[in-house]
């Protein structure tokens, strides 16, 4: 009788192939085989010697012991990253931000990041802060945070930097009420910016582009550029 699977056979009989198609077979009775784990019913099917048959994959499948696979003690780090921007208070924004070798950017960054840190102290996890850009435009600062995913969750990131804003501060960093993420980074790297441009802000992250570009600083603004 042909079939598609065990299900369509009697009870005492398997869905085999018989070298060109399938057809329902009474089950063979081997004490020494192991079969694997299966939603179908367990048992040996009978031989075929037709030209179609994979002799390796069949005793794979008849022979090989059923084993439970078991997540290591010891899992390496898994990287997440998250875009965010948020508005300075006590800083102003003034051409060297343009500059990452500029003693105020030097300083800027390292306080945004401090206060970062600190104010995930009890919340490890997060493993790295960096700058995207400083902005002109209501002194905005874009940035990546990247995170370890077995110690803290994207969203438990995100609750507890809008809880920052709504106090007006990340530690003791003030800022201001806007601020926006962005968690589908693309690769590649936004056109170096020299002198501020356009303070148009067209876009507010990576995915809120076409295509491959990215959402790259003018300076001011935001607009999608092609990456380099």
């Given at each position: 009788?042909?079939?598609?699977?065990?299900?369509?056979?009697l009870?005492?009989?398997?869905?085999?192939?018989?070298?060109?198609?399938?057809t329902?077979?009474?089950?063979?009775?081997?004490?020494n085989?192991?079969?694997?784990?299966t939603?179908?019913?367990?048992?040996?099917?009978p031989?075929?010697?037709?030209?179609?048959?994979?002799?390796?994959v069949?005793q794979?499948t008849?022979?090989?012991?059923t084993?439970?696979?078991?997540?290591?003690?010891?899992?390496?780090?898994?990287?997440?990253?998250?875009?965010?921007?948020?508005?300075?208070?006590?800083?102003?924004?003034?051409?060297?931000?343009?500059?990452?070798?500029?003693?105020?950017?030097?300083?800027?960054?390292?306080t945004?990041?401090?206060?970062?840190?600190?104010?995930?102290?009890?919340?490890?996890?997060?493993?790295?802060?960096?700058?995207?850009?400083?902005?002109?435009?209501?002194?905005?600062?874009?940035?990546?945070?990247?995170?370890?995913?077995?110690s803290?969750?994207?969203?438990?990131?995100?609750?507890s930097?809008?809880?920052?804003?709504?106090?007006?501060?990340i530690?003791?960093?003030?800022?201001?009420?806007?601020?926006?993420?962005?968690?589908q980074?693309?690769?590649g790297?936004?056109?170096?910016?020299?002198?501020?441009?356009?303070?148009?802000?067209?876009?507010?992250?990576?995915?809120?582009?076409?295509?491959?570009?990215?959402?790259?600083?003018?300076g001011?603004?935001?607009?999608?550029?092609?990456?380099?």
């Open positions: 009788m042909a079939c598609v699977g065990d299900s369509t056979c009870p005492t009989q398997k869905c085999c192939s018989n070298g060109c198609g399938k329902c077979v009474d089950i063979l009775k081997t004490p085989s192991t079969p694997i784990m939603t179908s019913r367990t048992a040996v099917k031989t075929t010697t037709a030209a179609t048959t994979k002799p390796f069949t794979i008849q022979h090989m012991p084993t439970t696979l078991r997540a290591p003690t010891n899992q390496p780090d898994h990287a997440g990253s998250l875009s965010v921007t948020l508005e300075l208070i006590d800083y102003a924004w003034n051409a060297s931000l343009l500059t990452p070798q500029s003693s105020y950017y030097r300083h800027l960054y390292s945004i990041r401090t206060n970062i840190f600190q104010s995930f102290r009890l919340k490890p996890g997060i493993t790295s802060v960096d700058i995207i850009s400083f902005r002109s435009q209501h002194n905005r600062a874009d940035l990546l945070l990247q995170y370890n995913t077995n803290i969750a994207l969203i438990d990131i995100i609750t930097l809008i809880a920052d804003r709504a106090s007006g501060a530690n003791d960093l003030k800022i201001g009420n806007y601020m926006t993420f962005d968690t980074m693309r690769p790297t936004c056109p170096a910016v020299v002198v501020p441009g356009t303070c148009v802000e067209n876009c507010m992250g990576d995915s809120t582009c076409p295509g491959g570009e990215k959402c790259c600083s003018t001011c603004g935001r607009v999608c550029s092609t990456p380099t």
